[in-house]
């Protein structure tokens, strides 16, 4: 019984040391300096933005509107820098502005007219999907001030800005959860919406919050994400949605809502970053790397279903148990 609540505790951990030690094995190139700085570039952009999704799932929600929200923030940025001269700071936070809105707009249709949360978040995805369409025609935009680059690329020392970000964000989410009010209320509702309501938390507002803050960290993701490429692409937030619901997933953030951690989402975001650019080394076929993708958040979402199982078992027994005493 304690190797497997170990399991349940490091499982993630193990796998990602596992999955570094193979690839460590089959690419030469794979512990590099380079490739280690690079998979840290990659992963920094999903970690922000699985704060947010971790968030939403914390409170029974799912958003699946996120990556479009990164491309939609990619293109308003690049074409307010680009098109109407904005200065880069002004187009950043004009963007930011623009994606908290989007998410605080999903969280009022989803608790004021009680429309069920995938739903709204995918007809969102493809209508921001549409609008980013409509704004650059389909065409990339370039052609920034070279100081915006900073962001993406620029350095603090030997550690990359993004992955700086990143982890300020980890820790800014971490310091919600586990020190502030609003953490216990995220966990409070999703896990159990009516029995949180009754104990007086304001549900509807926070999930104002928690689906604004997503578009936030969307936002955030999607600058750094424009600063990294310096072109603003339609096609760069395609699927991501899906990656970071996978590190969430990965992370142990429950699809039924209230419970996760952090700092497990962090080693499924490294997972996500490790597995991508592994494949990669090894020259695994983008169809094929969709497949493994797709399988390794089936078998996520699977685990997690079981586990519930289990716990919902356990809890049904010990009622059992308490009735049984009380009645004799």
């Not at 699985?50 to 990164?70: E, H, K, P, R, T």
């Not at 999607?222 to 937030?237: D, E, K, P």
Request: hydrophobic fraction near 50%; proline fraction near 2%; include cysteine.
């Amino acid at each position: 019984m304690k190797h497997i609540e170990s399991f349940k505790k490091y499982g993630i951990f193990m796998v990602l040391v596992i999955l570094m030690t193979y690839f460590s094995f089959a690419s030469s190139s794979f512990l590099s300096t380079n490739n280690l700085f690079t998979i840290a570039r990659q992963v920094s952009m999903l970690g922000i933005a699985a704060v947010g999704m971790a968030f939403v799932l914390l409170i029974g929600g799912i958003d699946l509107s996120i990556g479009s929200q990164v491309t939609l923030v990619n293109i308003v940025a690049a074409w307010l820098m680009v098109n109407a001269g904005v200065h880069p700071v002004l187009a950043v936070l004009l963007a930011l502005t623009m994606s908290t809105a989007i998410g605080f707009f999903n969280g009022w249709i989803i608790s004021t007219i009680k429309m069920p949360p995938i739903i709204v978040t995918l007809s969102m995805m493809i209508i921001l999907e549409g609008v980013a369409y409509l704004v650059c025609k389909g065409l990339p935009i370039f052609g920034f001030p070279s100081s915006f680059s900073i962001i993406g690329q620029g350095y603090v020392g030997i550690i990359p800005i993004p992955v700086i970000i990143m982890v300020a964000i980890m820790g800014l989410g971490a310091f919600i959860l586990n020190r502030t009010y609003f953490g216990r209320y995220f966990y409070a509702v999703g896990g159990n919406e009516e029995a949180a309501t009754l104990s007086g938390i304001n549900v509807v507002r926070v999930k104002y919050l928690v689906y604004s803050l997503s578009g936030l960290f969307a936002g955030i993701a999607g600058i750094v994400m424009l600063s990294r490429t310096n072109s603003g692409q339609v096609l760069v937030g395609k699927g991501f949605e899906f990656e970071v619901l996978t590190a969430c997933v990965l992370g142990g953030v429950s699809v039924n809502g209230g419970q996760g951690k952090i700092s497990n989402v962090f080693a499924g975001v490294l997972i996500i970053g490790v597995l991508s650019n592994g494949l990669v080394l090894l020259n695994v076929s983008q169809f094929t790397q969709m497949v493994i993708k797709g399988s390794v958040l089936l078998l996520a979402v699977a685990f997690d279903s079981i586990q519930k199982q289990q716990r919902n078992k356990k809890i049904k027994e010990k009622k059992t148990g308490a009735e049984a005493s009380s009645g004799s």
